[in-house]
T-cell receptor, first 111, second 109 residues
Framework: GIQVEQSPPDLILQEGANSTLRCNFS?????LQWFHQNPWGQLINLFY???GTKQNGRLSATTVATERYSLLYISSSQTTDSGVYFC?????????????FGKGTKLSVIP | GAVVSQHPSWVICKSGTSVKIECRSL??????MFWYRQFPKQSLMLMAT?????????EQGVEKDKFLINHASLTLSTLTVTSAHPEDSSFYIC?????FGAGTRLSVL
């Protein structure tokens, strides 16, 4: 199966700082998602990004599918950004959509 | 609003009892749903793929008789943890397409 590596595993930021999270994956995929898991366990989809760059407020993501990596940028971090960020490449086909999760990056934003 | 509904969100049960977790797709039909398990401070691990009208596909190492999956309709999949033991305590999450349920936290005493 697909191998997914996320870095760094842990990250501590001062409020207002910027950060970049990286996701490397081993095989070709036709999709990729970034999730934020809040302290209650709910997974919140941030981006659905098979390739290219997308932005949503202070967050943006870039996937370079040919080089098998994706980046998540967080600018002007806030304490509410704390949590675990998961990258999940997906291979979809024949009515199925199966995600493989990385181990996540635990982000702690301190005031 | 949530497009995948998962219930219950939290359950505490005695060792030896069975617990059923429901996963419903609210605005769409899902021929395939996925069940994940997450231990504290770890990633989500795929347990099984639930297929409407046929048997579920289990990942290696997942006990089929322990974790019974039923996908009787295009909007409902259930996961039953049979004869639960403390080591089954975990966070269980279902998904359909790219939508996820809110998860079920199971504590077995």
């Amino acid at each position: 199966g697909i191998q997914v590596e996320q870095s760094p595993p842990d990250l501590i930021l001062q409020e207002g700082a910027n950060s970049t999270l990286r996701c490397n994956f081993s095989d070709s995929v036709n999709n990729l998602q970034w999730f934020h898991q809040n302290p209650w366990g709910q997974l919140i989809n941030l981006f659905y990004i098979p390739s290219g760059t997308k932005q949503n407020g202070r967050l943006s993501a870039t996937t370079v599918a040919t080089e098998r990596y994706s980046l998540l940028y967080i600018s002007s971090s806030q304490t509410t950004d704390s949590g675990v960020y998961f990258c999940a490449p997906a291979y979809s086909g024949a009515g199925s959509y199966q995600l493989t999760f990385g181990k996540g990056t635990k982000l702690s934003v301190i005031p | 609003g949530a497009v995948v509904s998962q219930h219950p969100s939290w359950v505490i049960c005695k060792s030896g009892t069975s617990v059923k977790i429901e996963c419903r797709s609210l605005d769409f039909q899902a021929t395939t749903m996925f069940w994940y398990r997450q231990f504290p401070k770890q990633s989500l691990m795929l347990m099984a793929t639930s297929n409407e009208g046929s048997k579920a596909t289990y990942e290696q190492g997942v006990e089929k008789d322990k974790f019974l999956i039923n996908h009787a309709s295009l909007t409902l999949s259930t996961l039953t943890v049979t004869s639960a033991h403390p080591e089954d305590s975990s966070f269980y999450i279902c998904s359909a397409l790219w939508y996820f349920g809110a998860g079920t936290r199971l504590s077995v005493l």
